[in-house]
């Protein structure tokens, strides 16, 4: 094969690979929310999606995020696994391990919310500040939600990885060839996102099961 010829078939390999969001097992647009609540095995599968997005960040620097999720994650799931009847919906978990005066699964999908808060924040500056580069939008993010959750010894290490954030043009390239496509994409995974982060912030202050944790 020919150098041309190499060119042109990485080129057709590069156009046909599957973006970020055709990769997801499960995008927040499939979570199923109704009068019942947000349905929890969907949402764990979509917030599994969510942490691999942090690998097209690729710095060292932000496995603390992504290990503070993922253990979050594994906080909820074991509690569902094991209740599973009462765990259909994750405010049917909270009230049902709340009752058993245990708040470990609790405790896990409260954090996972501040998370999930802290990205869609970030992300939603960066889609709406074209010119911002991403170390910005993460910075300005933290600021705003996780900080005041953090001790003075956890802080350092969130900055350190906010610092560490690609340039926005390479990420927005990781997520996918077809830009436009890519935009639509995530201004709707964002979306739903968003929604379901706003609806688990209003559980939480409304039953005050998050209080001291």
Known sequence: MTRANSLEHLSRTIAIMPDFFDNLRRSYVDVSIDESGINTAEFLEASEGLVSMFD???SAAFSVVQKDMTGNVKKIRDRQLAHPSTSM???SLVENEVK?????????????T???????????RNVDNSAEELSTSFTKAYESTLRKHHSML???VFSLAMKACPYRKDFYEKLGSDQAKVQQQLQQWLGALEKIVASLNVFYE???YGKGL
């Open 56 to 58: 097209l960040i690729g």
């Open 89 to 91: 919906t994750l405010e």
């Open 100 to 112: 058993e005066k245990n708040r470990t699964a609790t405790q896990g999908l409260l954090w996972l």
């Open 114 to 124: 501040r998370g999930l808060s802290f990205t869609a924040a970030a992300l939603r």
């Open 154 to 156: 956890v802080r350092p």
């Open 206 to 208: 409304k039953t005050q």
